[in-house]
């Protein structure tokens, strides 16, 4: 099992671009999550989906946008990269919310 | 707003010490997860505690849990060089899906 994968594991992207940061899992989790992690702030909940077609926001999921549309892949998309989006990002994966998250090894980025 | 915050945010100890670390929520919560996070890499479970649990063991870990306080602490007895990490809790709020960490207590263990 590869577990939780995540690419690219490093982007620079100029103000106003937009990307996509892969995220896949084959462990059959229905519940996936995206984190953002800043010096000092910890990590932030982004967006999360206990499963297939079902995705709700997390603490701060401004700027972002995410889908759900099979069990093992849950893409996390910038639309227009600010450099406030300057970050390491996280994605998690789970049975449930309360079970232990497995996560990837994140993804850092820079906005320009 | 994050659910979970630790303290204190940074510690340093010397190797065969041990470390303590709390961390209070504010709401109710099923149950309470510890994870570390050595330098750039994702994090790792180490420890779950449900509601109706007071102490869990692992290994070295004790983690202890006063839902009357809204608490938890984590000692790691015998600290190495090698428990050198960050350490977070994370909780869900209620019946949320949301799962919430807090910011952190970075540990060093000096040789």
């Known amino acids: 099992n590869a577990g939780v994968t995540q690419t690219p594991k490093f982007q620079v992207l100029k103000t106003g671009q937009s990307m996509t940061l892969q995220c896949a899992q084959d462990?059959?989790?229905?519940?996936m999550s995206w984190y953002r992690q800043d010096p000092g702030m910890g990590l932030r909940l982004i967006h999360y989906?206990?499963?297939?077609?079902?995705?709700d926001q997390g603490e701060v999921p401004n700027g972002y946008n995410v889908s759900r549309s099979t069990t093992e892949d849950f893409p996390l998309r910038l639309l227009s990269a600010a450099p406030s989006q300057t970050s390491v990002y996280f994605c998690?994966?789970?049975?449930?919310?309360?079970?232990?998250?497995?996560f990837g090894p994140g993804t850092r980025l820079l906005v320009l | 707003s994050q659910q979970g915050e630790e303290d204190p945010q940074a510690l340093s100890i010397q190797e065969g010490e041990n470390a303590t670390m709390n961390c209070s929520y504010k709401t109710s919560i099923n149950n309470l997860q510890w994870y570390r996070q050595n330098s750039g890499r994702g994090l790792v479970h180490l420890i779950l505690?449900?509601?109706?649990?007071r102490e869990k063991h692992s290994g070295r870990l004790r983690v202890t849990l006063d839902t009357s306080k809204k608490s938890s602490s984590l000692l790691i007895t015998a600290s190495r060089a090698a428990d050198t990490a960050s350490y977070f809790c994370?909780?869900?709020?209620?019946?949320?899906?949301?799962?919430?960490f807090g910011k952190g207590t970075k540990l060093t263990v000096n040789p």
């Open positions: 505690i449900r509601s109706n649990e």
């Open positions: 994370a909780t869900t709020q209620g019946g949320s899906e949301k799962l919430v």
């Open positions: 462990m059959n989790h229905e519940y």
């Open positions: 989906s206990v499963g297939a077609g079902i995705t």
């Open positions: 998690a994966s789970s049975w449930t919310s309360q079970e232990t998250q497995y």
